[in-house]
Protein backbone atom coordinates (compact mmCIF):
# COMPACT_ATOMS: atom_id res chain seq x y z
CA UNK A 1 0.00 0.00 0.00
CA UNK A 2 3.10 2.83 0.49
CA UNK A 3 4.53 1.91 -2.66
CA UNK A 4 0.95 2.42 -4.33
CA UNK A 5 0.61 5.40 -2.48
CA UNK A 6 4.32 6.25 -3.52
CA UNK A 7 4.18 5.75 -6.66
CA UNK A 8 0.23 7.39 -7.86
CA UNK A 9 1.69 10.63 -5.90
CA UNK A 10 5.33 10.65 -8.30
CA UNK A 11 2.73 10.03 -11.05
CA UNK A 12 -0.18 12.52 -9.99
CA UNK A 13 2.47 15.14 -9.55
CA UNK A 14 4.44 14.75 -12.46
CA UNK A 15 1.18 16.01 -15.11
CA UNK A 16 1.01 19.22 -12.97
CA UNK A 17 5.04 19.95 -13.41
CA UNK A 18 5.07 19.92 -17.57
CA UNK A 19 2.72 21.68 -18.96
CA UNK A 20 0.64 19.05 -20.69
CA UNK A 21 -0.95 18.54 -17.70
CA UNK A 22 -2.52 22.12 -17.54
CA UNK A 23 -2.80 22.37 -21.07
CA UNK A 24 -5.61 19.59 -21.14
CA UNK A 25 -7.46 20.51 -18.31
CA UNK A 26 -7.68 24.52 -19.87
CA UNK A 27 -8.44 23.16 -23.46
CA UNK A 28 -10.91 20.41 -21.99
CA UNK A 29 -12.77 22.87 -19.92
CA UNK A 30 -12.94 25.92 -22.56
CA UNK A 31 -14.14 23.12 -25.73
CA UNK A 32 -16.48 21.74 -23.13
CA UNK A 33 -17.76 24.96 -21.69
CA UNK A 34 -18.33 26.79 -24.82
CA UNK A 35 -20.43 23.75 -26.10
CA UNK A 36 -22.57 23.92 -22.41
CA UNK A 37 -23.22 27.41 -22.75
CA UNK A 38 -24.47 27.30 -26.42
CA UNK A 39 -27.01 24.21 -25.19
CA UNK A 40 -27.89 26.41 -22.40
CA UNK A 41 -28.80 29.17 -24.42
CA UNK A 42 -30.63 26.84 -26.52
CA UNK A 43 -32.76 25.15 -23.85
CA UNK A 44 -34.22 29.17 -23.20
CA UNK A 45 -36.62 28.22 -26.28
CA UNK A 46 -36.85 24.78 -26.54
CA UNK A 47 -36.96 22.12 -23.41
CA UNK A 48 -33.79 20.45 -23.13
CA UNK A 49 -33.38 17.89 -20.12
CA UNK A 50 -30.76 18.57 -17.52
CA UNK A 51 -28.85 15.08 -18.28
CA UNK A 52 -28.61 16.03 -22.06
CA UNK A 53 -27.71 19.48 -21.18
CA UNK A 54 -24.30 18.23 -19.11
CA UNK A 55 -23.69 14.64 -20.98
CA UNK A 56 -25.35 15.15 -24.60
CA UNK A 57 -22.63 17.28 -26.02
CA UNK A 58 -20.35 15.57 -28.64
CA UNK A 59 -17.41 18.19 -27.90
CA UNK A 60 -17.62 17.34 -24.27
CA UNK A 61 -17.10 13.46 -25.10
CA UNK A 62 -14.67 14.45 -27.91
CA UNK A 63 -12.53 16.04 -25.54
CA UNK A 64 -12.80 13.91 -22.31
CA UNK A 65 -11.53 10.72 -24.83
CA UNK A 66 -8.61 12.75 -26.23
CA UNK A 67 -7.84 13.70 -22.95
CA UNK A 68 -7.42 10.22 -21.61
CA UNK A 69 -5.33 9.69 -24.70
CA UNK A 70 -2.90 12.24 -23.72
CA UNK A 71 -3.06 11.55 -19.84
CA UNK A 72 -2.61 7.64 -20.65
CA UNK A 73 -0.11 7.73 -23.36
CA UNK A 74 3.21 9.09 -21.22
CA UNK A 75 2.70 6.36 -17.73
CA UNK A 76 4.76 3.74 -19.38
CA UNK A 77 5.92 4.68 -22.85
CA UNK A 78 7.71 7.97 -21.18
CA UNK A 79 9.13 5.31 -18.72
CA UNK A 80 10.07 3.00 -21.27
CA UNK A 81 11.35 5.89 -23.52
CA UNK A 82 13.40 7.46 -21.10
CA UNK A 83 14.35 4.30 -19.53
CA UNK A 84 13.53 4.74 -15.72
CA UNK A 85 10.77 1.84 -16.01
CA UNK A 86 14.19 -0.38 -15.18
CA UNK A 87 15.16 1.89 -12.00
CA UNK A 88 11.47 1.46 -11.57
CA UNK A 89 10.83 -2.06 -12.08
CA UNK A 90 13.99 -3.24 -10.28
CA UNK A 91 13.16 -1.14 -7.20
CA UNK A 92 10.96 -3.78 -4.47
CA UNK A 93 7.58 -3.15 -6.16
CA UNK A 94 5.86 -5.49 -8.06
CA UNK A 95 4.22 -4.50 -11.29
CA UNK A 96 0.58 -5.08 -10.57
CA UNK A 97 1.05 -2.42 -7.75
CA UNK A 98 3.01 -0.15 -10.76
CA UNK A 99 0.31 -0.55 -12.94
CA UNK A 100 -2.36 -0.40 -10.00
CA UNK A 101 -0.96 3.36 -9.39
CA UNK A 102 -0.11 4.40 -12.67
CA UNK A 103 -3.87 3.60 -12.60
CA UNK A 104 -5.32 5.45 -10.03
CA UNK A 105 -2.92 8.46 -11.07
CA UNK A 106 -4.59 8.76 -14.53
CA UNK A 107 -8.02 8.38 -12.72
CA UNK A 108 -7.29 10.98 -10.44
CA UNK A 109 -6.27 13.37 -13.35
CA UNK A 110 -9.59 12.83 -14.90
CA UNK A 111 -11.65 13.93 -11.55
CA UNK A 112 -9.80 16.90 -10.67
CA UNK A 113 -10.40 17.89 -14.77
CA UNK A 114 -13.62 17.13 -13.93
CA UNK A 115 -14.36 18.78 -11.02
CA UNK A 116 -15.04 22.64 -12.56
CA UNK A 117 -17.64 21.13 -14.30
CA UNK A 118 -19.80 20.57 -11.21
CA UNK A 119 -20.36 24.46 -11.61
CA UNK A 120 -22.39 23.65 -15.11
CA UNK A 121 -24.51 21.34 -12.55
CA UNK A 122 -25.08 24.84 -9.95
CA UNK A 123 -25.85 27.28 -12.74
CA UNK A 124 -28.96 24.58 -14.01
CA UNK A 125 -29.86 24.03 -10.59
CA UNK A 126 -30.18 28.24 -10.11
CA UNK A 127 -32.38 28.20 -13.31
CA UNK A 128 -34.41 25.18 -11.93
CA UNK A 129 -34.73 26.19 -8.40
CA UNK A 130 -37.93 27.96 -8.50
CA UNK A 131 -39.77 25.82 -10.49
CA UNK A 132 -38.57 23.15 -7.80
CA UNK A 133 -38.53 20.47 -10.25
CA UNK A 134 -35.20 19.56 -10.29
CA UNK A 135 -34.33 15.76 -10.17
CA UNK A 136 -30.35 15.06 -9.10
CA UNK A 137 -30.93 11.44 -10.23
CA UNK A 138 -29.60 12.38 -13.99
CA UNK A 139 -26.71 14.13 -12.72
CA UNK A 140 -25.44 11.56 -10.70
CA UNK A 141 -26.06 8.86 -12.59
CA UNK A 142 -24.48 10.90 -15.58
CA UNK A 143 -21.03 11.55 -14.08
CA UNK A 144 -21.39 8.18 -12.95
CA UNK A 145 -21.41 7.05 -16.58
CA UNK A 146 -18.46 9.42 -17.53
CA UNK A 147 -16.62 8.13 -14.71
CA UNK A 148 -16.92 4.38 -15.84
CA UNK A 149 -16.40 5.23 -18.93
CA UNK A 150 -13.04 7.05 -18.05
CA UNK A 151 -11.83 4.07 -16.03
CA UNK A 152 -12.46 1.80 -19.08
CA UNK A 153 -10.40 3.90 -21.66
CA UNK A 154 -7.98 4.91 -18.62
CA UNK A 155 -7.54 1.57 -18.53
CA UNK A 156 -7.21 0.89 -22.13
CA UNK A 157 -4.92 3.73 -22.86
CA UNK A 158 -2.31 2.32 -19.75
CA UNK A 159 -2.21 -0.99 -21.36
CA UNK A 160 -1.39 0.85 -24.83
CA UNK A 161 1.25 2.82 -23.09
CA UNK A 162 2.53 -0.58 -22.05
CA UNK A 163 3.21 -1.35 -25.49
CA UNK A 164 5.15 1.29 -26.40
CA UNK A 165 8.47 3.18 -25.85
CA UNK A 166 6.87 5.87 -28.12
CA UNK A 167 3.79 8.49 -26.52
CA UNK A 168 3.17 9.55 -29.92
CA UNK A 169 2.21 5.53 -31.05
CA UNK A 170 0.44 4.86 -27.49
CA UNK A 171 -1.79 8.39 -28.12
CA UNK A 172 -3.08 6.94 -31.59
CA UNK A 173 -3.63 3.34 -30.95
CA UNK A 174 -5.46 4.28 -27.80
CA UNK A 175 -7.58 7.11 -29.84
CA UNK A 176 -8.51 4.63 -32.22
CA UNK A 177 -9.50 1.81 -29.87
CA UNK A 178 -11.95 4.31 -28.03
CA UNK A 179 -13.27 5.61 -31.20
CA UNK A 180 -14.20 2.01 -32.05
CA UNK A 181 -15.80 0.94 -29.12
CA UNK A 182 -17.27 4.31 -28.55
CA UNK A 183 -19.06 4.48 -32.18
CA UNK A 184 -19.60 0.88 -32.13
CA UNK A 185 -23.14 1.47 -32.92
CA UNK A 186 -22.58 2.73 -35.95
CA UNK A 187 -20.73 0.12 -37.31
CA UNK A 188 -23.74 -2.13 -37.39
CA UNK A 189 -25.11 -0.92 -40.42
CA UNK A 190 -22.18 -1.81 -42.46
CA UNK A 191 -22.34 -5.08 -40.88
CA UNK A 192 -25.93 -6.84 -41.40
CA UNK A 193 -25.77 -9.50 -38.83
CA UNK A 194 -28.01 -9.76 -35.87
CA UNK A 195 -26.16 -11.73 -33.80
CA UNK A 196 -22.90 -8.64 -33.92
CA UNK A 197 -25.70 -5.75 -34.06
CA UNK A 198 -26.77 -6.79 -31.17
CA UNK A 199 -23.50 -7.04 -29.65
CA UNK A 200 -22.13 -4.13 -31.05
CA UNK A 201 -25.20 -2.25 -29.21
CA UNK A 202 -24.50 -3.76 -26.16
CA UNK A 203 -20.97 -2.39 -25.91
CA UNK A 204 -21.30 1.31 -27.96
CA UNK A 205 -20.81 4.00 -25.42
CA UNK A 206 -23.41 5.94 -26.98
CA UNK A 207 -26.53 4.43 -25.80
CA UNK A 208 -24.94 4.03 -22.07
CA UNK A 209 -24.45 7.40 -22.35
CA UNK A 210 -28.25 8.34 -23.25
CA UNK A 211 -29.63 5.88 -20.55
CA UNK A 212 -27.37 6.84 -17.82
CA UNK A 213 -27.95 10.54 -17.99
CA UNK A 214 -32.15 10.03 -18.39
CA UNK A 215 -31.68 8.80 -14.96
CA UNK A 216 -31.68 4.64 -15.52
CA UNK A 217 -28.93 3.03 -14.44
CA UNK A 218 -28.21 -0.03 -16.61
CA UNK A 219 -26.72 -2.66 -14.24
CA UNK A 220 -25.17 -4.63 -17.69
CA UNK A 221 -23.24 -1.58 -18.40
CA UNK A 222 -21.54 -1.20 -15.02
CA UNK A 223 -20.44 -4.69 -15.28
CA UNK A 224 -19.50 -4.34 -19.01
CA UNK A 225 -17.19 -1.38 -18.11
CA UNK A 226 -15.89 -2.39 -14.95
CA UNK A 227 -14.86 -6.11 -16.08
CA UNK A 228 -13.26 -4.44 -19.21
CA UNK A 229 -11.08 -2.19 -16.99
CA UNK A 230 -9.85 -5.32 -14.61
CA UNK A 231 -9.35 -7.06 -18.12
CA UNK A 232 -7.15 -4.09 -19.32
CA UNK A 233 -5.39 -3.85 -16.23
CA UNK A 234 -4.14 -7.33 -16.43
CA UNK A 235 -3.07 -7.25 -19.51
CA UNK A 236 -1.48 -3.82 -18.56
CA UNK A 237 0.34 -6.42 -15.78
CA UNK A 238 1.06 -9.12 -18.04
CA UNK A 239 2.91 -7.01 -20.88
CA UNK A 240 5.25 -5.55 -18.18
CA UNK A 241 5.71 -9.09 -17.12
CA UNK A 242 6.79 -9.98 -20.93
CA UNK A 243 9.86 -8.28 -20.63
CA UNK A 244 10.72 -11.50 -18.71
CA UNK A 245 9.98 -13.88 -21.41
CA UNK A 246 10.63 -12.07 -24.48
CA UNK B 1 25.49 -25.74 0.27
CA UNK B 2 25.86 -22.01 0.40
CA UNK B 3 29.20 -20.70 0.49
CA UNK B 4 28.90 -17.56 2.50
CA UNK B 5 31.97 -15.86 0.54
CA UNK B 6 29.83 -16.08 -2.41
CA UNK B 7 27.83 -13.21 -3.45
CA UNK B 8 26.74 -13.53 -7.30
CA UNK B 9 26.62 -16.96 -8.42
CA UNK B 10 26.41 -17.08 -12.10
CA UNK B 11 25.37 -20.42 -13.85
CA UNK B 12 25.46 -21.26 -17.40
CA UNK B 13 23.41 -18.29 -17.91
CA UNK B 14 21.83 -17.59 -21.72
CA UNK B 15 19.95 -15.24 -23.04
CA UNK B 16 18.43 -15.11 -26.45
CA UNK B 17 16.43 -12.39 -27.82
CA UNK B 18 14.25 -12.55 -31.21
CA UNK B 19 17.59 -10.73 -32.72
CA UNK B 20 19.72 -13.40 -31.91
CA UNK B 21 21.92 -14.47 -28.85
CA UNK B 22 23.34 -11.94 -26.05
CA UNK B 23 24.54 -14.00 -23.90
CA UNK B 24 25.84 -17.32 -24.90
CA UNK B 25 26.15 -19.62 -21.70
CA UNK B 26 28.41 -18.08 -19.25
CA UNK B 27 29.56 -18.86 -15.97
CA UNK B 28 31.39 -16.82 -12.70
CA UNK B 29 31.36 -16.10 -9.21
CA UNK B 30 31.94 -13.10 -7.69
CA UNK B 31 33.26 -12.84 -3.99
CA UNK B 32 31.78 -10.66 -1.19
CA UNK B 33 33.72 -7.37 -1.08
CA UNK B 34 35.16 -7.86 -4.76
CA UNK B 35 35.02 -5.36 -7.70
CA UNK B 36 34.29 -7.14 -10.70
CA UNK B 37 34.37 -5.49 -14.25
CA UNK B 38 32.75 -6.62 -17.39
CA UNK B 39 34.75 -5.39 -20.41
CA UNK B 40 33.88 -5.83 -23.89
CA UNK B 41 32.89 -3.99 -26.86
CA UNK B 42 29.19 -2.09 -27.45
CA UNK B 43 27.13 -5.44 -28.19
CA UNK B 44 29.03 -8.04 -26.10
CA UNK B 45 26.28 -8.75 -23.86
CA UNK B 46 27.50 -6.53 -20.36
CA UNK B 47 24.12 -4.45 -20.43
CA UNK B 48 22.24 -7.82 -20.74
CA UNK B 49 23.75 -9.93 -18.12
CA UNK B 50 23.77 -6.97 -15.39
CA UNK B 51 19.94 -6.54 -16.22
CA UNK B 52 19.54 -10.19 -15.38
CA UNK B 53 21.66 -9.33 -12.32
CA UNK B 54 19.64 -6.90 -11.30
CA UNK B 55 16.45 -8.90 -12.36
CA UNK B 56 15.39 -5.95 -14.93
CA UNK B 57 14.98 -8.88 -17.90
CA UNK B 58 14.98 -12.72 -17.30
CA UNK B 59 17.36 -15.55 -18.25
CA UNK B 60 16.32 -18.04 -21.31
CA UNK B 61 18.49 -20.96 -19.61
CA UNK B 62 20.81 -20.84 -16.64
CA UNK B 63 20.56 -19.17 -13.63
CA UNK B 64 22.07 -16.42 -11.37
CA UNK B 65 21.66 -16.59 -7.50
CA UNK B 66 21.95 -13.83 -5.17
CA UNK B 67 23.36 -14.82 -1.74
CA UNK B 68 21.84 -17.82 -2.82
CA UNK B 69 18.42 -16.58 -4.13
CA UNK B 70 17.54 -17.25 -7.28
CA UNK B 71 16.80 -13.23 -8.82
CA UNK B 72 13.69 -14.80 -10.75
CA UNK B 73 11.98 -17.00 -7.77
CA UNK B 74 12.89 -14.53 -4.82
CA UNK B 75 13.24 -11.38 -6.95
CA UNK B 76 11.57 -9.20 -3.99
CA UNK B 77 14.31 -10.24 -1.83
CA UNK B 78 17.28 -10.21 -4.08
CA UNK B 79 15.59 -6.17 -5.36
CA UNK B 80 16.36 -5.74 -1.37
CA UNK B 81 19.98 -6.40 -1.45
CA UNK B 82 21.02 -4.63 -4.93
CA UNK B 83 21.66 -1.51 -5.80
CA UNK B 84 21.85 -0.83 -9.55
CA UNK B 85 22.79 2.21 -11.96
CA UNK B 86 21.58 1.50 -15.27
CA UNK B 87 23.33 2.59 -18.47
CA UNK B 88 22.62 6.54 -18.98
CA UNK B 89 20.98 6.96 -15.67
CA UNK B 90 17.48 7.08 -15.81
CA UNK B 91 15.96 9.50 -13.76
CA UNK B 92 12.41 11.75 -13.92
CA UNK B 93 13.96 15.26 -14.90
CA UNK B 94 10.67 17.10 -12.93
CA UNK B 95 11.63 16.38 -9.69
CA UNK B 96 14.33 17.83 -7.34
CA UNK B 97 17.52 16.07 -6.39
CA UNK B 98 16.01 15.13 -2.60
CA UNK B 99 12.50 14.97 -3.42
CA UNK B 100 13.53 12.13 -5.88
CA UNK B 101 15.85 10.26 -3.52
CA UNK B 102 13.62 10.70 -0.75
CA UNK B 103 10.59 9.26 -3.36
CA UNK B 104 13.53 6.48 -4.30
CA UNK B 105 14.60 5.66 -0.40
CA UNK B 106 10.63 5.45 0.88
CA UNK B 107 10.13 2.64 -2.39
CA UNK B 108 12.89 0.91 -1.36
CA UNK B 109 11.74 0.57 1.73
CA UNK B 110 13.91 2.42 3.84
CA UNK B 111 11.95 3.42 7.23
CA UNK B 112 11.39 7.28 7.66
CA UNK B 113 12.98 7.67 10.86
CA UNK B 114 16.58 5.89 9.33
CA UNK B 115 15.60 7.90 6.00
CA UNK B 116 17.22 11.41 6.72
CA UNK B 117 20.23 10.37 8.10
CA UNK B 118 20.70 8.05 5.58
CA UNK B 119 19.55 11.12 3.06
CA UNK B 120 22.45 13.34 4.28
CA UNK B 121 25.08 10.46 3.96
CA UNK B 122 24.41 9.43 0.43
CA UNK B 123 24.23 13.51 -0.57
CA UNK B 124 28.25 14.20 1.34
CA UNK B 125 29.52 11.00 -0.38
CA UNK B 126 28.07 11.72 -3.63
CA UNK B 127 28.60 15.66 -3.40
CA UNK B 128 25.27 16.77 -4.03
CA UNK B 129 24.27 18.76 -1.30
CA UNK B 130 24.74 21.81 -2.87
CA UNK B 131 21.66 20.85 -5.73
CA UNK B 132 19.67 19.28 -2.91
CA UNK B 133 16.91 21.36 -3.90
CA UNK B 134 17.41 21.67 -7.77
CA UNK B 135 14.97 20.25 -10.71
CA UNK B 136 17.26 17.10 -11.94
CA UNK B 137 16.42 17.80 -15.69
CA UNK B 138 18.75 21.26 -15.09
CA UNK B 139 21.54 19.59 -13.61
CA UNK B 140 24.60 18.59 -16.00
CA UNK B 141 24.89 14.69 -16.54
CA UNK B 142 27.78 14.24 -13.76
CA UNK B 143 25.02 15.47 -11.47
CA UNK B 144 22.66 12.83 -13.17
CA UNK B 145 25.09 10.27 -12.54
CA UNK B 146 26.16 11.02 -9.17
CA UNK B 147 22.02 11.40 -8.38
CA UNK B 148 21.75 7.74 -9.62
CA UNK B 149 24.66 6.53 -7.65
CA UNK B 150 23.03 8.27 -4.31
CA UNK B 151 20.43 6.24 -5.54
CA UNK B 152 22.20 3.03 -6.21
CA UNK B 153 23.52 3.25 -2.78
CA UNK B 154 20.12 4.59 -0.52
CA UNK B 155 19.33 1.52 0.95
CA UNK B 156 22.85 0.08 1.83
CA UNK B 157 22.83 -2.28 -0.54
CA UNK B 158 25.91 -4.98 0.00
CA UNK B 159 26.00 -5.39 -3.90
CA UNK B 160 25.92 -2.20 -6.16
CA UNK B 161 25.81 -3.13 -10.12
CA UNK B 162 27.06 -0.48 -12.00
CA UNK B 163 26.38 -0.12 -16.27
CA UNK B 164 28.74 2.00 -17.65
CA UNK B 165 29.13 4.53 -15.03
CA UNK B 166 31.43 6.81 -16.25
CA UNK B 167 29.73 6.65 -20.56
CA UNK B 168 29.16 10.17 -21.87
CA UNK B 169 30.83 11.90 -18.98
CA UNK B 170 34.14 14.77 -19.68
CA UNK B 171 37.39 13.52 -18.01
CA UNK B 172 37.04 15.62 -14.52
CA UNK B 173 33.39 14.08 -13.77
CA UNK B 174 34.80 10.49 -15.16
CA UNK B 175 37.77 11.20 -12.36
CA UNK B 176 34.97 12.56 -9.83
CA UNK B 177 33.18 8.98 -10.72
CA UNK B 178 35.65 7.09 -10.71
CA UNK B 179 37.41 7.94 -7.22
CA UNK B 180 33.60 7.91 -5.89
CA UNK B 181 33.14 4.34 -7.15
CA UNK B 182 36.40 3.30 -5.84
CA UNK B 183 35.37 4.56 -2.20
CA UNK B 184 32.13 2.38 -2.72
CA UNK B 185 34.24 -0.49 -3.38
CA UNK B 186 35.84 -0.37 0.08
CA UNK B 187 32.35 -1.30 1.65
CA UNK B 188 30.11 -2.32 -0.89
CA UNK B 189 30.67 -5.38 -3.36
CA UNK B 190 30.81 -3.93 -7.16
CA UNK B 191 30.14 -5.28 -10.20
CA UNK B 192 30.83 -2.81 -12.70
CA UNK B 193 30.60 -3.05 -16.55
CA UNK B 194 33.08 -0.14 -19.09
CA UNK B 195 34.78 -0.70 -22.29
CA UNK B 196 37.33 1.66 -21.18
CA UNK B 197 40.44 -0.96 -20.28
CA UNK B 198 42.45 1.91 -18.27
CA UNK B 199 39.03 2.14 -16.07
CA UNK B 200 38.58 -1.73 -15.54
CA UNK B 201 42.55 -1.31 -14.43
CA UNK B 202 42.44 1.65 -12.03
CA UNK B 203 38.83 -0.07 -10.21
CA UNK B 204 38.73 -3.66 -10.47
CA UNK B 205 40.63 -6.25 -8.83
CA UNK B 206 39.62 -9.25 -11.61
CA UNK B 207 38.13 -8.17 -14.80
CA UNK B 208 35.98 -10.50 -16.81
CA UNK B 209 36.34 -10.06 -20.80
CA UNK B 210 33.01 -10.55 -23.13
CA UNK B 211 32.32 -10.93 -26.43
CA UNK B 212 29.72 -12.09 -28.54
CA UNK B 213 27.87 -13.05 -25.24
CA UNK B 214 30.88 -14.83 -24.10
CA UNK B 215 33.48 -14.85 -21.49
CA UNK B 216 37.22 -15.09 -23.40
CA UNK B 217 39.31 -14.25 -20.25
CA UNK B 218 38.94 -13.90 -17.09
CA UNK B 219 41.74 -12.19 -14.86
CA UNK B 220 43.71 -9.67 -13.04
CA UNK B 221 43.64 -6.17 -15.32
CA UNK B 222 47.24 -6.18 -15.22
CA UNK B 223 47.87 -9.59 -16.76
CA UNK B 224 45.12 -8.59 -19.32
CA UNK B 225 46.35 -5.41 -20.17
CA UNK B 226 49.84 -7.39 -21.25
CA UNK B 227 47.71 -9.74 -23.18
CA UNK B 228 46.36 -6.65 -24.81
CA UNK B 229 49.33 -4.84 -25.21
CA UNK B 230 50.79 -7.16 -27.22
CA UNK B 231 52.86 -8.58 -25.06
CA UNK B 232 53.75 -12.39 -23.55
CA UNK B 233 52.73 -12.11 -19.85
CA UNK B 234 54.89 -15.04 -17.95
CA UNK B 235 53.30 -16.36 -14.74
CA UNK B 236 55.95 -18.48 -12.43
CA UNK B 237 54.86 -18.73 -9.00
CA UNK B 238 58.79 -18.90 -6.89
CA UNK B 239 59.80 -19.71 -3.49
CA UNK B 240 62.67 -17.70 -2.40
CA UNK B 241 64.24 -14.39 -1.30
CA UNK B 242 61.81 -11.85 -2.51
CA UNK B 243 64.37 -9.59 -3.85
CA UNK B 244 66.80 -11.61 -5.26
CA UNK B 245 64.52 -13.48 -7.15
CA UNK B 246 63.22 -10.14 -8.43
CA UNK B 247 66.23 -8.62 -9.25
CA UNK B 248 67.03 -11.96 -11.06
CA UNK B 249 64.08 -11.89 -13.13
CA UNK B 250 64.70 -8.56 -14.04
CA UNK B 251 67.84 -9.71 -15.35
CA UNK B 252 66.39 -12.05 -17.53
CA UNK B 253 67.06 -11.30 -21.81
CA UNK B 254 63.59 -10.36 -23.13
CA UNK B 255 62.05 -9.66 -19.55
CA UNK B 256 60.41 -6.01 -19.87
CA UNK B 257 59.22 -5.72 -16.90
CA UNK B 258 58.10 -8.25 -13.21
CA UNK B 259 55.64 -7.77 -11.23
CA UNK B 260 54.95 -9.65 -7.68
CA UNK B 261 52.25 -10.33 -5.60
CA UNK B 262 51.49 -13.25 -2.92
CA UNK B 263 50.35 -16.23 -4.29
CA UNK B 264 47.39 -18.25 -3.17
CA UNK B 265 47.47 -19.86 0.17
CA UNK B 266 51.32 -18.41 0.68
CA UNK B 267 52.70 -20.51 3.29
CA UNK B 268 56.27 -20.27 3.94
CA UNK B 269 59.16 -23.00 2.30
CA UNK B 270 62.44 -23.44 3.78
CA UNK B 271 63.83 -21.26 0.84
CA UNK B 272 62.03 -18.38 2.04
CA UNK B 273 58.33 -17.16 1.40
CA UNK B 274 56.45 -18.34 -1.66
CA UNK B 275 55.85 -15.26 -4.58
CA UNK B 276 53.83 -15.12 -7.58
CA UNK B 277 55.62 -13.14 -10.28
CA UNK B 278 54.13 -11.85 -13.74
CA UNK B 279 56.60 -11.00 -16.15
CA UNK B 280 56.31 -9.02 -19.67
CA UNK B 281 57.91 -9.50 -22.14
CA UNK B 282 58.59 -9.11 -25.42
CA UNK B 283 55.87 -10.73 -28.11
CA UNK B 284 58.86 -13.49 -29.41
CA UNK B 285 60.34 -13.88 -26.38
CA UNK B 286 59.48 -16.89 -23.80
CA UNK B 287 62.03 -16.84 -20.88
CA UNK B 288 60.46 -20.03 -19.40
CA UNK B 289 63.44 -22.28 -19.82
CA UNK B 290 65.89 -19.44 -18.40
CA UNK B 291 63.37 -18.82 -15.39
CA UNK B 292 63.63 -23.01 -14.42
CA UNK B 293 67.51 -22.54 -15.01
CA UNK B 294 67.84 -20.03 -12.68
CA UNK B 295 65.89 -21.07 -10.29
CA UNK B 296 67.83 -24.64 -10.35
CA UNK B 297 71.08 -22.49 -9.89
CA UNK B 298 70.10 -20.83 -7.05
CA UNK B 299 68.39 -23.74 -5.18
CA UNK B 300 64.73 -22.21 -5.18
CA UNK B 301 61.55 -23.82 -5.53
CA UNK B 302 59.58 -23.41 -8.66
CA UNK B 303 55.67 -24.36 -8.27
CA UNK B 304 53.89 -23.13 -11.46
CA UNK B 305 55.33 -21.31 -14.89
CA UNK B 306 53.07 -20.71 -17.69
CA UNK B 307 52.81 -18.46 -20.58
CA UNK B 308 49.19 -16.72 -20.49
CA UNK B 309 47.44 -18.07 -23.94
CA UNK B 310 46.88 -14.72 -26.34
CA UNK B 311 43.56 -15.09 -27.55
CA UNK B 312 42.55 -11.42 -27.07
CA UNK B 313 44.17 -9.50 -30.13
CA UNK B 314 41.90 -10.28 -32.73
CA UNK B 315 38.56 -10.01 -30.59
CA UNK B 316 39.72 -6.61 -29.27
CA UNK B 317 40.50 -4.51 -32.18
CA UNK B 318 38.45 -1.83 -30.28
CA UNK B 319 39.91 -2.28 -26.67
CA UNK B 320 42.74 -2.28 -27.89
CA UNK B 321 41.99 1.14 -29.70
CA UNK B 322 41.10 2.20 -26.18
CA UNK B 323 44.43 1.04 -24.29
CA UNK B 324 46.41 3.01 -27.18
CA UNK B 325 44.58 6.09 -26.51
CA UNK B 326 44.95 5.59 -22.80
CA UNK B 327 48.80 5.18 -23.11
CA UNK B 328 49.10 8.19 -24.34
Known amino acids: ?246 | MKDKRIIIKVDNLTKRFSSGVAVDGISFEVQRGEMLGLLGPNGAGKTTTLRIIAGYLAATDGSVKIDGLDVLERSHDVRKKIGYLPEHVPLYPEMRVDEYLQFRARLKDLSRRRLRARLDEVKSLCGLHKVAGRIIGRLSRGYHQRIGLADALINEPELLILDEPTIGLDPNQIRTIRELVKTLGQKHTVVLSTHYLSEAEMLCERVLILNHGRIVASDSPSVLTGLLRNKNIIVAEIGGPHAEVSAALRGLPGVTGVMAGPCAGAENNSAGEWNCYTLECGMDADPRGDIFALAARHGWTLRELKMEPRKLEDAFAEITGHVEMDLK
Open chain 1, 1 to 246: MKNLLLLLRRQFLAYFRAPLGYAVIIVFLVISGFSFCRLLSQSVTEQIQVGDLLFGSAYFWLMFLVTIALITMPLFAEERHSGTIETLLTAPVTDLQVVLAKFAAAFAFIIVMLLPTLAYTAIIYMFHADAGQFSFRPVITGYFIVLLIGAFYTAFGLLMSSLTASMVVSAILCFIGMSMTFLAENLQYALRNAWLERMLAQISSIQHIIDFSHGILDSQAVVFYLSGTILFLYLAVKSLESRLWR
